[in-house]
C-alpha cells in the first residue's frame, strides 16, 4: 500500500483467508483510512462477502466479488448481494487458483442473473462498467 501511495497508483487488496475475514477486513480499511495519501475511490477491495461488503462499501472503496462454482462466492450469492447492496463501486471477477474455478465464472453470472429477470444495464454494470470506471483512474489504462 505504501508503494502504491508514494506513486499515486491504483490499490488492489486481497482480502486475507482467515478464520474471522472481518476481522482482518477491518485491519485492512483501519490501515487504508489511516493513510491521508490514498484516496478511498482509488482502492479496490476483493473477495467481499456478505458480512464484509456493507464497510467496504461504507468506507468508500471498490469491492470486487471473486466468482467460485462450490466455495466461497458463488454466482447465486454475488447476485444476493448485488440484490441488497445495489451496484454501486461492485464488479465480480473470477478465480483461478488452488480450488475448483471456472474461468467463465462471469458471463456465467450474467446469465444467472438474466434467468433472475435483472435488466442488461445493470449487468453491463457489473462485468464492465464499474472495472472500466475504477481501472480508468489510471492515465495508464486504455480501453
Known sequence: ???????????????????????????????LKNDSRIKPERVMIDHVEEHTIGMVLDAGHWG???????SKCSP????DMIERFGSERLWWDAACDWGPSVPLAVPRTAVEMRRRGHEEALIEKVIFENPKAFLSQSERFVI
Do not use: C, N
Open 1 to 31: 500500500m505504501d508503494l502504491a501511495a508514494s506513486h499515486d497508483q491504483l490499490i488492489l487488496v486481497h482480502t486475507p483467508h482467515l478464520e474471522d475475514k472481518h476481522k482482518g477486513t477491518r485491519l485492512i480499511l483501519d490501515v
Open 76 to 79: 447465486a450469492r454475488a447476485i
Open 64 to 70: 470486487g466479488m471473486t466468482l467460485y462454482p462450490e
